[in-house]
């Protein structure tokens, strides 16, 4: 019996969302609330079989024979990310034998932190430290993109190159698809949750159908989205905070614009601005999930309390975090 044990970050979108599905490009931070994915293979597992403990999605020792996972092509269910991970490493590295594989998470779901690319970042981490540890951080991001669209057609990959790699990345959706990482000493940030959980794809969806009902007025506010990201990554390589809260807020206005802003996320982003943060915006597809805060130390003390007052909560996760790594403790 061997066993692996790793982790994956959740991921923020610093400015980009949206527009970077659209052969775009985006800036994005792995956040340090991490999902930990344990392997334990059987190599001379007479009947192998693939069984998942996966508590935050509600799998309870599902289990199917390894060939059926290997051969499947239509993804309906839970462990639908992990199966075609497996699939798709089977293609590169053929597995054989049993697999126990458990997953504990230290966010949900509903928080919008990137939970499946989470998953998918880790199981192939964990399958690569097993079969093929040199297997490189890109080629894991291409499989895991692969894997990701063979269950969901839509996405651009942003959120699991930022589980991978973690840190803070600038993440281009073209082909060649690429990953520049952010050298940052500090980034100064509060994560708000708006209570409310996200459907991602039905926001892609609709964004996209508006983008096709009015081509004239969508296709420049994607243009001006990604000229913010260009400048937005100049500033964050210099640490230039005022600028880059400047360019938060343009692009809240832009996702406003685009139909995905929320009462609960706009009251969010005035109170940050009203209490002197550098600039506030939503963070993923809108429609709910978290608010992203860039604020000095001081005035973020300021704004927990106003937080505090209007019964947010701010989530205690810390940006600009490792990307998938070997952790020690067993998942018990
Ligand atoms: O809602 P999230 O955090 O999963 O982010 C979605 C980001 C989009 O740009 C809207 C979609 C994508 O695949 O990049």
């Excluded at 075609?84 to 089977?90: A, E, M, N």
């Excluded at 895991?144 to 942003?158: H, K, M, N, W, Y």
């Excluded at 000095?296 to 996760?317: C, S, W």
Aim: hydrophobic residues 45%; glycine residues 8%.
């Amino acid at each position: 019996m061997r066993r692996v044990i790793v982790s994956a970050p959740g991921k923020l979108f610093l400015l980009g969302e949206h527009a970077v599905v659209y052969d775009g490009h985006a800036l994005l931070t792995a956040v340090d609330s991490r999902l930990t994915l344990m392997i334990d293979h059987d190599p001379d597992a007479t009947t192998p079989t693939v069984t998942i403990h996966a508590p935050n999605v509600g799998l309870d020792g599902w289990s199917a024979s390894l060939p059926e996972v290997l051969t499947r092509t239509a993804y309906a269910n839970k462990s639908s990310f992990i199966e075609s991970c497996l699939k798709r490493f089977h293609e590169q590295t053929p597995l054989t034998g049993g697999f126990v594989v458990r997953t504990q998470s230290d966010f949900g779901a509903e928080l919008g932190l990137g939970s499946s690319s989470a998953v998918v970042a880790a199981t192939l981490y964990a399958l690569a430290q097993l079969f093929a540890p040199d297997t490189n951080r890109m080629t894991l991001f291409e499989m895991g993109l692969d894997a990701i669209q063979r269950v969901q057609t839509l996405g651009s990959g942003a959120d699991l190159a930022a589980a991978i790699f973690g840190g803070t990345i600038y993440y281009v959706n073209r082909k060649p698809r690429h990953v520049i990482e952010i050298p940052l000493d500090d980034l100064p940030l509060l994560i708000i949750y708006s209570e409310t959980k996200a459907g991602t794809v039905n926001l892609v969806k609709e964004v996209r159908a508006r983008y096709r009902r009015y081509p004239a007025i969508v296709e420049p506010i994607i243009h001006a989205m990604l000229n913010t990201v260009e400048q937005g990554k100049q500033a964050l390589e210099a640490e230039d905070w005022p600028t880059f809260g400047e360019l938060m807020n343009v692009q809240h206005g832009l996702l406003h614009a685009l139909g995905v802003d929320t009462a609960a996320l706009a009251e969010i982003v005035f109170t940050a601005r009203q209490h002197g943060a550098f600039g506030a915006k939503l963070s993923g597809a809108g429609g709910g999930d978290c608010a992203i805060v860039l604020a000095t130390e001081k005035q973020q003390a300021a704004l927990q309390t106003a937080f505090a007052d209007q019964h947010r909560r701010v989530l205690p996760f810390k940006p600009h975090a490792d990307g998938v790594r070997v952790e020690t403790a067993p998942i018990s």
